[in-house]
Nanobody
Framework: QVKLVESGGGSVKVGGSLRLSCIRS????????MGWFRQAPGKKREGVAA????????YYADAVKGRFTISQDKSKNMVFLQMNRLKPEDSAMYYC???????????????????????WGQGTQVTVSS
């Protein structure tokens, strides 16, 4: 059984930065991807970034390209999301996701679909204000 615990959210001003962390227990070096999704009030959950454990191939939603960076520390079973130059529209609950069954090639074509996620973290709130 996989469990995800995430942290690092908070309240920041426009242009500020936050670093989200997620640790996975029960990790067995699966080739399945891990990533981050977010959901704002009244909106559907959307994919933000993902990383493929074997090789470190990454994906970013257009809205965050150039500002967010996903990374991993496989020895610690952790993934991170460095968020820079934050905007009010980045405000949302951010969720760590594990066992994304689609491949990096599919991410590039179709994006990240929450339906394909096997496990979710509890969420950490990010609020960006003027």
């Amino acid at each position: 059984q996989v469990k995800l615990v995430e942290s690092g959210g908070g309240s920041v001003k426009v242009g500020g930065s936050l670093r989200l962390s997620c640790i996975r227990s029960g990790y067995d070096d699966s080739p399945n991807g891990m990533g981050w999704f977010r959901q704002a009030p009244g909106k559907k959950r959307e994919g933000v970034a993902a990383i493929y454990p074997s090789g470190g191939t990454t994906y970013y939603a257009d809205a965050v390209k150039g500002r967010f960076t996903i990374s991993q520390d496989k020895s610690k079973n952790m993934v991170f999301l460095q968020m820079n130059r934050l905007k009010p529209e980045d405000s949302a609950m951010y969720y760590c996701a594990a066992d994304i069954l689609t491949s990096p090639g599919e991410w590039a074509i179709y994006g990240l679909d929450p339906v394909g996620v096997g496990y979710w973290g509890q969420g950490t709130q990010v609020t960006v204000s003027s």
